[in-house]
């Protein structure tokens, strides 16, 4: 539990915030005035604002010792549902893959692993490239490529000389030293 969501499930006690089993969260006061704040209870009302453009979840958006702070509403309401925290390295996946359908019957506790596996397999989305030898797939290392680039840089060699060297196809030295592949690496030529 991060200190924000300690925050807000304070605010949530002192009955501030409601935190619906039907995934919904409501605003029930909120501080008015200039220089010295005033608690002042309202009409209850939909406290979630907006998705974050970062990763799409709803947020909540309150005040706390003066400073603005915001929680994800999908933590938020797993929480309060079943009055636990979520244990590290626990996560909260929306299991029909809706991050704005905040249900408790949507909403499970996996490890982040179980999480990507569920948006593969069932939600069928695409694993994430991963770039040099963070994807299982690479046959080179940094340093070898940074090698191939620097031997087509000299011109000492073909690209099929290169290619034989390294055991690869001309067409992937290709790739590699016109920059279509590793091109997180900084180029020698």
């Known amino acids: 539990m991060t200190n924000?969501?300690?925050?807000?499930?304070?605010?949530?006690?002192?009955?501030?915030?409601?935190?619906?089993?039907?995934?919904?969260?409501?605003?029930?006061?909120?501080?008015?005035?200039?220089?010295?704040?005033?608690?002042?209870?309202?009409?209850?009302?939909?406290a979630e604002r907006s998705a974050s453009e970062e990763?799409?979840?709803?947020?909540?958006m309150f005040h706390d010792s003066g400073e603005r702070l915001m929680v994800q509403a999908h933590r938020i309401i797993w929480m309060v549902v079943n009055r636990a925290d979520i244990?590290?390295?626990?996560?909260?996946?929306?299991?029909?893959?809706?991050?704005?359908?905040?249900?408790?019957?949507?909403?499970?506790?996996l490890t982040r692993p179980e999480n990507v596996k569920h948006a593969i397999h069932v939600l069928g989305r695409k694993p994430k490239a991963q770039n040099?030898?963070?994807?299982?797939?690479?046959?080179?290392?940094?340093?070898?490529v940074m090698?191939?680039?620097?031997?087509?840089?000299?011109?000492?060699?073909?690209?099929r000389q290169i290619a034989e060297r390294f055991g690869l196809k001309q067409a992937t030295i290709s790739c590699i030293v016109t920059g279509k592949t590793w091109r997180h690496l900084a180029s020698t030529g």
């Not at 089993?21 to 209850?44: H, M, Q, S, Y």
């Not at 244990?87 to 909403?107: C, S």
């Not at 690479?138 to 340093?143: N, R, V």
């Open 55 to 60: 990763d799409g979840y709803i947020r909540v």
């Open 87 to 109: 244990p590290a390295p626990l996560e909260v996946n929306h299991k029909d893959g809706v991050k704005y359908h905040n249900h408790p019957d949507n909403l499970e506790l």
């Open 4 to 46: 924000d969501e300690r925050a807000f499930l304070a605010q949530v006690a002192l009955g501030w915030f409601t935190a619906n089993g039907d995934g919904t969260i409501w605003r029930n006061a909120e501080f008015t005035g200039g220089g010295v704040p005033t608690l002042k209870w309202v009409e209850p009302r939909r």
């Open 147 to 159: 090698e191939i680039r620097a031997l087509w840089a000299s011109q000492t060699m073909s690209q």
């Open 132 to 144: 040099g030898t963070a994807n299982t797939f690479a046959k080179l290392t940094d340093q070898q």
